[in-house]
């Protein structure tokens, strides 16, 4: 069984940084696509980041564009999602999620939630102004 956990959140000033983990139990997480997304209440879920296979691309969402770095450490199955510069428009919940299919990685498919297998429970983010 698959789990994801999440964690490194938490409360930074703007122009701040935070690095969060998301650790995998139940797989390996170097042969999936893994994502990161954020969601503030009242809003839809935002595709921030996600990466597949050495030879693949890294997407962003334009906003996070220069700022936040997607990575991978294979030998703690853990994805990472580096933030800088980060702003209070960045303040939401942090999900990490992973899709083992080994389909095609196209950028249309691997932004969108439905494309994912499983989810972290997710970790705050808070930036304040």
């Known amino acids: 069984q698959v789990q994801l956990v999440e964690s490194g959140g938490g409360l930074v000033q703007a122009g701040g940084s935070l690095k969060l983990s998301c650790a995998a139990s139940?797989?390996?997480?170097?042969?999936?696509?893994t994502a990161w997304f954020r969601q503030v209440p009242g809003k839809a879920r935002e595709f921030v980041a996600t990466?597949?296979?050495?030879?693949?691309?890294?997407y962003y969402v334009d906003s996070v564009k220069g700022r936040f770095t997607i990575s991978r450490d294979n030998t703690k199955n853990t994805v990472y999602l580096q933030m800088n510069s980060l702003r209070p428009k960045d303040t939401a919940v942090y999900y990490c999620?992973?899709?083992?299919?080994?389909?095609?990685?196209?950028?249309?498919?691997?932004?969108?939630?439905?494309?994912?297998?499983?989810w972290g429970q997710g970790t705050q983010v808070t930036v304040s102004s």
């Open positions: 999620a992973a899709r083992v299919s080994t389909d095609n990685y196209y950028y249309t498919d691997v932004v969108q939630g439905y494309s994912y297998d499983y």
């Open positions: 139940g797989g390996t997480i170097s042969k999936w696509t």
């Open positions: 990466m597949r296979w050495s030879i693949d691309p890294t």
